[in-house]
Nanobody
Framework: HVQLVESGGGSVQAGGSLKLSCAAS????????MGWFRQVPGKECEGVAS???????FIADSVKGRFTSSRDNGKGALYLQLNSLTSDDAAIYYC???????????WGQGTQVTVS
């Protein structure tokens, strides 16, 4: 079955960096576009980045210049590099798999990022 597992979250001081990882399994990872989202409890989920099968990257304006994403199709891995973090970046970060049938269909459990 499809499984996405995020890791790398934690607590960091403002201005610091983190690198999140997402391990995908149970499907043909290399064939699918992937995305990163974040959510603060009580607020709407926000799209942060998406990356195509071939590595074409889209970054949301809110994090452009500070965040970037990459993928390793051979490892079934997705990454999100977070730099120059501010308190506005504190959230639960999720990775998700995009399918043409249903949009972002498969989601991980999330990893918490705290900025102090």
């Amino acid at each position: 079955h499809v499984q996405l597992v995020e890791s790398g979250g934690g607590s960091v001081q403002a201005g610091g960096s983190l690198k999140l990882s997402c391990a995908a399994s149970g499907y043909r990872y290399a064939s699918y576009c992937m995305g990163w989202f974040r959510q603060v409890p009580g607020k709407e989920c926000e799209g942060v980045a998406s990356i195509s099968r071939d590595g074409i990257l889209f970054i949301a304006d809110s994090v452009k210049g500070r965040f970037t994403s990459s993928r390793d199709n051979g490892k079934g891995a997705l990454y999100l590099q977070l730099n120059s973090l501010t308190s506005d970046d504190a959230a639960i970060y999720y990775c998700a798999t995009y399918t043409s049938e249903s949009g972002f269909t498969y989601w991980g459990q999330g990893t918490q990022v705290t900025v102090s």
